[in-house]
Structure formats: structure tokens, C-alpha cells
């Protein structure tokens, strides 16, 4: 069973940057399109960024711009590079496949953009 594992969190002020990380035990990242999610205090959860096995990236309108998703093939890891983070991003961050995930989510990492 593939399991994810996110990291890179933190609380940050409004501006600020982060890199989140996400380490997958099995060798999907290079065959898969992988997707990085998030969810809000009562808030469903929603797709922020995904690339493709041949590094397509797409993005929600609401980071477009700031995120920056990629890959590490060798490393069977994927990293979502977060700039100029706003409020409204406070979120607990998962990774995932996309468009349909996976049954074991991890336990995700939060980030708290607050000043």
C-alpha cells in the first residue's frame, strides 16, 4: 500500500514563503500524475496543484502564480513551493494522486499563514 508522508509546514506571516514536501513510499511519482491538496477549517477538500508523469503542471486560480509544484523522480518525492503565502492559504496540505486519490492520505502538514 503507497503511503505518503508531508512535511515542511509551519506558521509563517502573510508574504512568506514555505516548501512543502511530500515522500511516497512506492515508485508512483514518476508514473502518475501527483497532486498537492488542501483543507480549510470546514472547508472541503480541494485540489491546488497537479503534474503529470511528463511535467504538465495545473493550478487553482487562487495560487496561480505563487505555487510552484515539481517532482523528484529518484527521490519518489513532490514539492509545492509556496511564495507570497496569504491568509486565505491556512490549510492542512496533502499530496496525493490526481484526479482520484488514493485510499491512504497521509496525515498531511498544516500551514498557518497568520501575523
Known amino acids: 500500500q503507497v503511503q505518503f508522508v508531508e512535511s515542511g509546514g509551519g506558521l509563517v506571516q502573510p508574504g512568506e514563503s514555505l516548501r512543502l514536501s511530500c515522500a511516497a513510499s512506492g515508485r508512483i511519482v514518476s508514473i502518475l500524475t501527483m497532486g498537492w491538496y488542501r483543507q480549510a477549517p470546514g472547508k472541503e477538500r480541494e485540489l491546488v496543484a497537479s503534474?503529470?508523469?511528463?511535467?504538465?503542471?495545473t493550478y487553482a486560480d487562487s495560487v496561480k502564480g505563487r505555487f510552484t509544484i515539481s517532482r523528484d523522480n529518484a527521490k519518489n518525492t513532490v514539492y509545492l513551493q509556496m511564495n507570497s503565502l496569504k491568509f486565505e492559504d491556512t490549510a492542512v496540505y496533502f499530496c496525493?494522486?490526481?484526479?482520484?486519490?488514493?485510499?491512504?492520505w497521509g496525515q498531511g502538514t498544516q500551514v498557518t499563514v497568520s501575523s
Open positions: 496525493n494522486t490526481y484526479p482520484t486519490g488514493l485510499p491512504s
Open positions: 503534474i503529470t508523469a511528463g511535467g504538465r503542471t
